[in-house]
């Protein structure tokens, strides 16, 4: 049973650039949340999907944007990328009903540089 | 809105120590509560979670936390570390309505000497 998975591992991009990061949940999951971990702190949620929809935000500006497909793969995009984007984009997938709803299995991140 | 406090940034132990991790919430309604580790250059894997119910609750590797309302706590504790017990290990707390948002603490290094 393939776990979280997660695509690309590491990218470079320059400030203002748009980068779009994906995921793919475990199998059977049908929810999809992002969380952004910088250097030396704790992840941040950024938003939430489920059904295709964005159903919760953290405090994250505009320029974050996401889409949850059919497959409930889910891509997250960043526009007018900043120096302070720079950090590993975490994707956690969870059951929305079910034995272990409240229960959230991470992949292994995305580590995205801007210069 | 929830908070997560983890006390210390670091802590360093000898190998086959006991360990105390120590994690502190702030909620005003009835919340879920999480212990995640991380390994370098990994994703978060978790350790053990407390939903209702007993108070004190096992993982895996060993690990066990407890859960104390009045203290608003959820402290990590292993009888005895080994080497491949270091890590980073997170703390985490969701509430039973917005159940898949967490909210994490900064993080505690764990650093297992030989």
């Known amino acids: 049973d393939a776990g979280v998975t997660q695509s690309p591992t590491h990218l470079i991009k320059t400030r203002g650039q748009q980068v779009t990061l994906r995921c793919s949940p475990k199998?059977?999951?049908?929810?999809v949340s992002w969380y952004q971990q910088a250097l030396g702190q704790g992840p941040q949620f950024i938003f939430q999907?489920?059904?295709?929809?964005?159903?919760q935000r953290g405090n994250f500006p505009d320029r974050f944007s996401g889409h949850q497909f059919p497959n409930y793969s889910s891509e997250l995009n960043v526009n007018a990328l900043l120096l302070g984007d720079s950090a590993l984009y975490l994707c956690?997938?969870?059951?929305?009903?079910?034995?272990?709803?409240?229960?959230?299995?991470f992949g292994p991140g995305t580590r995205l540089t801007v210069l | 809105a929830q908070s997560v406090t983890q006390l210390d940034s670091q802590v360093p132990v000898f190998e086959e120590a006991p360990v105390e991790l120590r994690c502190n919430y702030s909620?005003?309604?009835?919340?879920?509560l999480f212990w995640y580790v991380q390994y370098p250059n990994q994703g978060l894997q978790l350790l053990l979670k407390?939903?209702?119910?007993?108070?004190l609750v096992k993982g895996i590797n060993g690990f066990e936390a407890e859960f104390n309302k009045s203290q608003t706590s959820f402290h990590l504790r292993k009888p005895s570390v080994h080497i491949s017990d270091t890590a980073e290990y997170f703390c985490?707390?969701?509430?039973?309505?917005?159940?898949?948002?967490?909210?994490f603490g900064s993080g505690t290094k764990l650093n297992v000497k030989p």
């Open positions: 199998s059977g999951h049908d929810t």
């Open positions: 956690a997938s969870s059951l929305e009903i079910g034995e272990n709803y409240n229960e959230q299995f």
């Open positions: 985490a707390v969701s509430d039973r309505i917005n159940f898949n948002k967490f909210y």
């Open positions: 999907y489920y059904e295709e929809e964005e159903r």
């Open positions: 909620s005003s309604v009835s919340v879920y």
């Open positions: 407390y939903l209702s119910g007993s108070t």
